[in-house]
């Protein structure tokens, strides 16, 4: 099992960047494929990006491609989402998720753990 808190979101002007940061604790770290998703009020729970367990390969939706950046560090036990030209629709709840799976499945499924959340607001 694997314990997921989530850090960095708070309130931005469109344009601007936030850095979210989800350390893990408990079953080793790398066993793990990692990812974000966000839930905006009165939406469903949406994907945002998905990295493997050596942070070679990452998966992005398409909303946030070019703008957001996932990351790892095995070292650390920590994954990363780097949000630019962040935008008053990627307001939401962010979520850390790990998966013993795969990015694929992921990225479908919600992940096996997920995390408390972390509140992120774009004013425009």
């Known amino acids: 099992q694997v314990q997921l808190v989530e850090s960095g979101g708070g309130l931005v002007q469109a344009g601007g960047s936030l850095r979210l940061s989800c350390a893990a604790s408990g079953r080793t770290f790398r066993d793990y494929v990692m990812g974000w998703f966000r839930q905006a009020p009165g939406k469903e729970r949406e994907f945002v990006a998905a990295?493997?367990?050596?942070?070679?390969?990452?998966n992005y939706a398409d909303s946030v491609k070019g703008r957001f950046t996932i990351s790892r560090d095995n070292a650390k036990n920590s994954v990363y989402l780097q949000m630019n030209s962040l935008k008053p629709e990627d307001t939401a709840i962010y979520y850390c998720?790990?998966?013993?799976?795969?990015?694929?499945?992921?990225?479908?499924?919600?992940?096996?753990?997920r995390g408390q959340g972390t509140q992120v607001t774009v004013s425009s």
């Open positions: 990295v493997n367990r050596s942070g070679g390969y990452a």
């Open positions: 998720a790990a998966s013993l799976s795969t990015v694929a499945t992921l990225s479908k499924s919600g992940g096996d753990y």
